[in-house]
Nanobody
Framework: QVQLVESGGGLVQAGGSLRLSCAAS????????MGWYRQAPGKQRELVAR???????NYSDSVKGRLTISRVNVKNMVYLQMDNLKPEDTAVYYC???????????????WGQGTQVTVSS
């Protein structure tokens, strides 16, 4: 019923930029928050950035000043502008949404399939 579709990943050189996009669609009543998480091989999935419907943001310390999350609520979209990328940023990036559907008044976390970001040194 709910689908998150990511785009914008790719391979870039260190210092380069990418912009990730995620669109949520389906039987959505309310999105409480959307965010980006990443997972590198052999590591746990970790928070990159998160934004609430009201615009409050939360960033990992490792990306502050380089990555910026934004959203367009009316389109159920969230973006991650990634600047000055480092090899350490290489990971699969997953879009996440905490939302409530019309079918059930319970907040549930949904995930996209992920998009690969590779930063070469």
């Amino acid at each position: 019923q709910v689908q998150l579709v990511e785009s914008g990943g790719g391979l870039v050189q260190a210092g380069g930029s990418l912009r990730l996009s995620c669109a949520a669609s389906g039987n959505i009543f309310k999105i409480n928050a959307m965010g980006w998480y990443r997972q590198a091989p052999g590591k746990q999935r970790e928070l990159v950035a998160r934004i609430t419907s009201e615009g409050r943001t939360n960033y990992s310390d490792s990306v502050k000043g380089r990555l910026t999350i934004s959203r367009v609520n009316v389109k159920n979209m969230v973006y991650l502008q990634m600047d000055n990328l480092k090899p350490e940023d290489t990971a699969v990036y997953y879009c996440n949404a905490d939302l409530v559907t019309f079918a059930r008044p319970i907040a549930v976390s949904y995930w996209g399939q992920g998009t690969q970001v590779t930063v070469s040194s």
